[in-house]
C-alpha cells in the first residue's frame, strides 16, 4: 500500500546519502586471506580490476589462497567464462605484502580476519597506525559492532562494514554498515566499490546481526526447536 511504502521510505531515508562524494579506488589491500578473504580478493582483481594487496600472518595460507584462486580462474577459462588473457590479467593484479606498513598504498582495506573482536582489535589498531590518511577501513564482520571496531583507531569516521556472504564469487549480496562516526563520503565509497565488484547492495544500522544474521538466527533457533520437539525425521 502507499502507506506503507510512505513509512518504509520514512525509515530508509535516513541511510541513503547523495552519491557525489565517493573516492576513487584503485587499490584494494586485504588483511586475512581464509575463504572469505581470498574471495573477496578474487573479485576485486577479476571483476573490479583493483590491484590487490593480499595480507595474511601465515604465509602458507598466502600461498594457498592464490593457487586456490589461480584453480578457480583456470576452471572458468576451461568453461568459456573467461579468457586465458582475462585470467592472467587478473593474476598479475596481486601482490603480496609482509606487513601493514606496505599497505600504505592502499585506498581501501577489507579485513577479513578470524571473527573475535580481540583480534580485529590488533588489526585495527596496526592499520590505524600505518595506512594512509585518506584510506578506508572496512570490516568483513558479520556481527560485531562497526562502531566499535572503529573505537580502536584515531579516524573512526573512515571505518564501515562490508560483509560479504560466502561464496564471494558467487554471492551477489553485500551488507553495508556505517558505523555511528562513519562519514558519508566512505558510506559511497563503499556503495561505489560493491557496484564496482558487480554486488547488489543492502545498507543496514550497526544494530545485533545487520539484517542477514538477524534474520538467519531466529530460522536457525526454530529449526533447533522442530528437531528438538521431533516435529519430523533427519
Given amino acids: 500500500t502507499e502507506m506503507f511504502s510512505s513509512v518504509v521510505r520514512a ?19 586485504v588483511v586475512g586471506v581464509g575463504q ?17 594487496l593480499l595480507m595474511d600472518g601465515d604465509r602458507n595460507k598466502l600461498e594457498k589462497s592464490l593457487k586456490n584462486i589461480d584453480t578457480l580462474l583456470e576452471k572458468n577459462v576451461a568453461k568459456g567464462r573467461l579468457t586465458r588473457e582475462e585470467k592472467d ?10 606487513d601493514y606498513e ?3 598504498s592502499a585506498d581501501f582495506i577489507v579485513e577479513a580476519v578470524a571473527e573475535a573482536e580481540e583480534v580485529k582489535a590488533k588489526v585495527y589498531q596496526a592499520l590505524n597506525a600505518s595506512v594512509a590518511q585518506h584510506a578506508i577501513m572496512a570490516t568483513n564482520t558479520s ?3 562497526i562502531t566499535r571496531l572503529a573505537s580502536y ?4 569516521s573512515k571505518v564501515i562494514g562490508m560483509h560479504f556472504m560466502n561464496p564471494v ?39 545485533p546481526g545487520f539484517i542477514a544474521n538477524r534474520i538467519l538466527m531466529p530460522m536457525v533457533n526454530e529449526a533447533v526447536f522442530a528437531l528438538m ?6
Avoid: C, H, N, W
Wanted: net charge positive; proline share 4%.
Fill in 11 to 29: 525509515a530508509v531515508r535516513p541511510l541513503v546519502r547523495a552519491v557525489s562524494s565517493a573516492q576513487d579506488v584503485k587499490t584494494l589491500g
Fill in 36 to 52: 572469505m578473504g581470498a574471495g573477496i580478493a578474487q573479485v576485486a582483481a577479476q571483476v573490479a580490476k583493483l590491484q590487490v
Fill in 89 to 98: 590479467q587478473t593474476m598479475s593484479r596481486f601482490s603480496v605484502v609482509r
Fill in 102 to 104: 606496505e599497505l600504505g
Fill in 143 to 145: 556481527s560485531i559492532s
Fill in 153 to 156: 583507531t584515531s579516524r573512526p
Fill in 169 to 207: 564469487p558467487v554471492m551477489k549480496l553485500v551488507e553495508i554498515i556505517p558505523g555511528i562516526a562513519t562519514s558519508d563520503t566512505i558510506l559511497q565509497t563503499t556503495l561505489a566499490l560493491a557496484k564496482k565488484m558487480d554486488k547488489t547492495t543492502a545498507i543496514s544500522k550497526d544494530m
Fill in 229 to 234: 520437539e521431533g516435529i519430523g525425521s533427519i
